[in-house]
């Protein structure tokens, strides 16, 4: 709960959430609900004030050497009194807590919310991604992977900008790590330097397609159809159509370069149209300016070969329009690649196609949205460029570019809102993806881009991460970004119960229970190796017999251990 309170909160039977250490703070919350006054003044809590989550001032951390003994009098210690599997040889063992709180690590391997990540869903900030659940699947360079959890917590102090050759920058705590061609793999964000060189997230892997099953990607679209609600389709001799609807599919789509060229027409020109009076009958429609011939006829073309329709062309006052009506197709089309310029995308699973398969697709949304550019500084450079608002698609087409060997760039800027035939238009952020040089296939794909600068920034907010399925990284604005689990954003410092203090406690407990073993359920129990090795040594003058084990202990950490020390250990019990 400490670590996502509002996740946990909005468990409907969640009313309250502690955040941090518990031992005062529910003796609080009883007091308060006890006498009815209002939870705003517990420190160190997360409640639910009607529909709205509230979160009260942090808790300060507590003196553990004030906390009082265990009181083993509430407790049938009996019951928790075993044999134990790690310590073999001792009949009574019993876990007696721990003699320290916290961490000593002053772990934040996060970044700023702004920054983009790759879901099934589209390129999402990861501050939506976290506190509004939105996208399972995120993308890395070894394909798309679940999240497993969601991380955000609160940061004060500084963070490290990265300017990246041909990226957006990526904004991370100093202990974040990105994966590195030229320093050997992960290294933390604040030992980048200029020159250095961060991987892209390529996948080198191919993952063949042969077909697009529309019943399969259909299966749990809702629809309502003659006041009947309505969901997946039938299918009958290969093809398919709505429950109680009309108009047959094809069920299977063949994966081919045709279809791929129309997807990256659609892309860049096309669009999904529903009525609102009838929102179960739509249509597909690609817009080009008139002089566009060649591209009107070609659209025209594999229209009828991918899906065996012939559309309807229409000339408008400033566009030739290519449309056919088909619901299933129209369906199809809007949750594989999105509906509206800003939220076009390319499935996930679709930046690991083959070659053969991907160049269509690059080069018909490169045809239908992309220009020839000649740049305006002294080196004149000159290549290509296309423009969109959908920040999935310039992501999504870099990384394809990266994996068919053309070096291209997305940069990011801002428009001013414009009047346009009376109407005031409030203008998205603009993505540009381009590159230099005409298009053409090179050897190999390019793997990783260079650190242009490295600056520091203050923060004061929260910062996130995520915890993927099976691979240590995600992608984040395009680059491979270290993953995280639970343990890495433990945000309490490190104290330490006296010696004194841990030896009386044991004592106590031994001789109470007649013990011949305990656990201490302490993971940095060695991280002070002076208090660990005194510890070990007031054991034997106390005449304390048995053996111990420390729940878990960091190999850095315990290797470090001299030789007498090991051998005080094993003198005193220790099991690790």
Partial sequence: PSVTPEQTLSHPLVDIVAVGEGDYTLLDIVEALGAHRSLCHVPGIMYKDGPTPVKTLPRAMLNVEELLPTPWKLVNVEKYVHRDMYLRDRARTLDIGQTSRGCPFDCSFCVHGDTLILTD???????????????????????????????????????IKLSVSGHLPVIATPNHELLTTTKGGWVRADKLEKGDYICASVDQKIRDLQYIDVRDELSDIALTIYGEQVTGVQESHGLIRWKSGHGWAKRYLAMTPA?????????????????????????????????????????????????????????????????????????????????GASKKR??????????????????????????????????????????????????????????????????????????????????????????????????????????????????????????????????VNGLEAHNCSSASIRERKWRAQSVERVIDDLSRAVKRFKLD?????????????????????????????????????????FGKATEEEVHVMKRAGAYT
């Avoid at 739509?282 to 817009?287: C, R």
């Avoid at 510890?535 to 048995?546: C, P, T, V």
């Fill in 517 to 557: 073993g305990w656990w201490w359920r302490d993971d940095e129990f060695y991280i002070k190796r002076k208090r660990a090795h005194a510890i070990m040594e007031a054991i034997i003058a106390a005449g304390i017999n048995g053996s111990f084990y420390t729940s878990g202990t960091r190999c850095d950490v």
């Fill in 346 to 475: 390319i499935p996930l699973e679709w930046l690991s196609l083959p070659d053969d398969l991907l160049e269509p697709l690059v080069t018909g949304y490169l045809d239908g949205d992309g220009c020839w550019y000649q740049d305006k500084r002294p080196s004149r450079q000159a290549g290509w460029m296309a423009s969109t608002v959908s920040p999935s698609l310039a992501l999504q087409m870099q990384l394809l570019a990266c994996r068919l060997g053309i070096a291209s760039g997305v940069s990011k800027s801002f428009r001013s809102t414009s009047l346009i035939e009376g109407r005031v238009i409030h203008r998205l952020p603009i993505y540009k993806w381009s590159f230099v040089g005409k298009w053409g296939r090179k050897d190999g794909s390019i793997q990783s881009f260079s650190v242009r600068s490295v600056g520091r920034i203050l923060h004061d907010g929260p910062v996130y991460n995520l915890e993927v399925e099976g691979y240590p990284a995600y992608s």
């Fill in 121 to 159: 869903e589209g390129a999402l900030p990861i501050s939506d991604i976290v506190d509004h659940r939105r996208g399972n699947v995120v993308w890395t360079s070894r394909g798309p992977r679940s999240i497993v959890q969601r991380f955000r917590h609160e940061y004060r102090g500084e963070m």
């Fill in 259 to 339: 279809l791929m060229r129309l997807v990256g027409l659609y892309l860049a020109e096309g669009s999904v149209v529903f009525s609102k009076k009838s929102p179960n009958s739509g249509y597909l429609l690609w817009s080009y300016g008139k002089h566009e011939l060649a591209l009107q006829q070609e659209t025209v073309s594999l229209i009828q070969s991918v899906f065996s329709i012939t559309p309807t062309v229409s000339t408008k006052r400033t566009a030739v329009q290519i449309q056919f009506g088909h619901g299933i197709y129209t369906r199809l089309f809007e949750k594989l690649f999105g509906r």
